[in-house]
Nanobody, 125 residues
Framework: QVYLLESGGGSVQAGGSLRLSCVASSYTPSSYCMGWFRQRAGQERERVAGIARDGSTTYADSVKGRFTISKVNAKNTLYLQMNNLQPEDTAMYYC???????????????????WGQGTQVTVSA
């Protein structure tokens, strides 16, 4: 069992920045792929960014150049730096773990096994 706890969400104006954190209960960031997902009200959960065990990263087209996923294995912590936030980024953000041995951090939500409770990000125009 892996436990994940997100933090760092909040309310910002368009153009602002936030950094989300996700603390894992074990050596998760060094052992597995991890990802950030978001879910807007009334919509399905969508992939935002993923990071593989070797640190390679992937991003959704909508956030490329604005968001950066990273991890600190020694702290069992995953991050999502979000810059130039826009109203369409408003959503609940979740971190998740992919247990597949061949993962590259680019799979979809239904492939991930463990999820945090989420942290809300609200961006006003």
């Amino acid at each position: 069992q892996v436990y994940l706890l997100e933090s760092g969400g909040g309310s910002v104006q368009a153009g602002g920045s936030l950094r989300l954190s996700c603390v894992a209960s074990s050596y998760t960031p060094s052992s597995y792929c991890m990802g950030w997902f978001r879910q807007r009200a009334g919509q399905e959960r969508e992939r935002v960014a993923g990071i593989a065990r070797d640190g390679s990263t992937t991003y959704a087209d909508s956030v490329k150049g604005r968001f950066t996923i990273s991890k600190v294995n020694a702290k069992n912590t995953l991050y999502l730096q979000m810059n130039n936030l826009q109203p369409e980024d408003t959503a609940m953000y979740y971190c998740a773990v992919d247990l597949w041995v061949h993962c590259r951090g680019d799979r979809e939500a239904f492939d991930y096994s463990y999820w945090g409770q989420g942290t809300q990000v609200t961006v006003s125009a």
